[in-house]
C-alpha cells in the first residue's frame, strides 16, 4: 500500500520573548493510501500544531515533510501552495466557508483556485454534496444551514480536487452530539467506499475510535494507541 504523506523528525518551537516554546519534538508519521490515522490529544498538545505543518500551512523548525512522495517541506511558498490546494484537503472545526456563497459554490472554489470550470466541476460538486446527504441544499447559504450541514459542506469542499489525503482539525468539536455522529460515519463512510486517506486530531475519543489507527499526542510526541506504532 502506497503512502501518501510522511513527517520524519518534525519539531516544532515558538518564540515568546527571550522564551523558546517547544510545541513538537521528533514526530515521525506515515499515512498509507486509503487509511483513516486518529491523532488524539489534549487542548494545547500540539494536534492543531501538526496538522498544519503537514498541510503546509506552517513550516517545521526541523525535520521533513512529504506529499505522495515528494519533498514538500523546504519548497517555495508557492509551490507549496499549489501543491495544498491540488493534493490536500482541510476540514477546520469552524468551517470556514465564504458566507456570500451558496453551499455550491463554496464546494467548487478549490476548483476555482486551480482555474477549473464547467460543467464536470459542477457536476462534481454536486455529487459530492450529494455523498455528504445535501443534494437539497445547493442554493442555500452558510447562514441558512445547521452547524452540522455547515460542516458536511466543509468536507464535501475538501474532497473537491480529489486530494491525496484530507487533514481534518477537530472537525465534530464545535457540533451537538446528534450532527456529531452524523460526521463520525460520514468520515468513515467516505473513506472506505473513497478509499479516502484522512488524517483527524480529536479529544473525541469515539471519533478517534473509527480510525485504522489510534496515535496519541503528549508532551510533544506522537506515540500509538492499542498496540499499533506509526508505519515508517
Known sequence: MSEVLRAEGVAKTFQLGRETIPVLSGVDLAVRAGEMVSILGASGAGKSTLLHILGLLDHPTEGTVWCEGEE???????????????????VFQFYHLLPELTALENVIMPARILRRSGRAVEERARELLDA????????????????????RVALARALMNEPAVVLCDEPTGNLDVRNKELV????RSLNRSRRQSF??????????????????IDDGRLAARGGYWPVL
Do not use: C, K, M
Open 132 to 151: 455528504v446527504g445535501l443534494a437539497e441544499r445547493t442554493r442555500h447559504r452558510p447562514a441558512q444551514l445547521s452547524g452540522g450541514e455547515r460542516q
Open 184 to 187: 463520525h460515519t460520514l468520515l
Open 199 to 216: 488524517v483527524i486530531t480529536t479529544h473525541d475519543e469515539g471519533l478517534a475510535a473509527r480510525g485504522d489507527r489510534i496515535l496519541a
Open 72 to 90: 514538500v517541506s523546504g519548497l517555495s511558498d508557492g509551490r507549496r501552495s499549489h501543491i495544498r490546494n491540488a493534493r490536500i484537503g482541510f
